[in-house]
Nanobody, 125 residues
Framework: QVQIAESGGGLVQPGGSLRLSCVLS?????????????VAWYRQTPEKPHEWVAA???????DYGDPVKGRFTVSRDFAKNTVYLQMNNLKPEDTAVYYC??????????????WGRGTQVTVSP
């Protein structure tokens, strides 16, 4: 069983920054070999359901969608089984509910687990 908890969203002005957190927990991680899995961030708007944003592998390699390259940074704390998304120079088009999820390695960042509650990011003057 895997639980996913996203946090850190809020209201910010254009050009501002936010740091999102993704905590992974549950009995699945009682096996140390399962800790720190590959995780991706996604965002959802009425127009784009679960658009892929960024990803980080088990070893820390990262990948980003074109809309966020150079502005967002994904990282992880191996000790806490937690993944972060640092979002800088935010734009109104970044407004969305942000989710994280494990993803199937080798695919198109397809999510593995049921979606969590997400965290709302609103970028507005």
């Amino acid at each position: 069983q895997v639980q996913i908890a996203e946090s850190g969203g809020g209201l910010v002005q254009p050009g501002g920054s936010l740091r999102l957190s993704c905590v992974l927990s549950g009995s699945y991680f009682s096996n140390p070999a399962q800790l720190n899995p590959a995780v991706a961030w996604y965002r959802q708007t009425p127009e784009k359901p679960h658009e892929w944003v960024a990803a980080i592998t088990r070893t820390g390699s990262t990948d980003y969608g074109d809309p966020v390259k150079g502005r967002f940074t994904v990282s992880r704390d191996f000790a806490k089984n937690t993944v972060y998304l640092q979002m800088n120079n935010l734009k109104p088009e970044d407004t969305a509910v942000y989710y994280c999820n494990r993803y199937y390695v080798g695919g198109a960042y397809s999510p593995v687990d049921p979606w969590g509650r997400g965290t709302q990011v609103t970028v507005s003057p």
